[in-house]
């Protein structure tokens, strides 16, 4: 039985602010990978730098199993290339509601300009052409989820609305 939502996007859709607030309307878990991940082993760009990408994939894999074999359920925010690890697309595909919350690139460098957090597969001065890149790259695993939110325009709060709303015509509930 499934008993996660896992949020799933490209790097700076709100995937963590829209997960706390669902979990809060929800009153169930928030989980987010990434600070997983921090607290086993240390910062996402410091294991990208020193360690490589197919390690930090290895780690977010860990991570999520974790959460879905152990952590009670609730609503995950995942990191914006989770799904390019076969392994972890298998596991949340079988054990997981996705909902796609898309942004379009120009968003995401928007949002990015504003960050102080450096994203490690796009340095710390992002491009839209490499942020095209790897959203195109990305598309296929984002597009099958179970659900797919076309952010542009909604407020964080209307976008939890959205998958309340569908959690509750597909009777999904925790």
Do not use: N
Request: with cysteine; glycine share 6%; proline share 4%.
């Amino acid at each position: 039985m499934k008993q996660h939502i896992a949020l799933v996007g490209f790097m700076a859709a709100g995937k963590s602010t829209i997960g706390k607030k669902l979990a809060r309307k929800l009153k169930c878990a928030f989980f987010d990978t990434d600070d997983l991940i921090v607290k086993d082993h240390g910062q996402v760009s410091d294991i990208f730098y020193e360690e490589g990408e197919k390690a930090f994939r290895e780690y977010e894999h860990a991570a999520i199993a974790h959460v879905i074999d152990e952590g009670e359920p609730g609503i995950m925010a995942l990191g914006g290339g989770a799904l390019t690890f076969d392994p972890t697309l298998k596991l949340l595909k079988k054990r997981t509601y996705r909902v796609f919350i898309k942004v379009t690139p120009e968003q995401v460098l928007e949002r990015l300009r504003k960050s102080r957090r450096v994203r490690p597969l796009l340095g710390p001065t992002p491009s839209l052409s490499r942020i095209k890149e790897l959203y195109l790259k990305r598309m296929p695993q984002y597009a099958h989820a179970d659900l797919v939110i076309e952010a542009d325009g909604m407020s964080t709060s209307q976008i939890v609305d959205a998958i309340v709303e569908w959690m509750h015509k597909k009777r999904i509930a925790f």
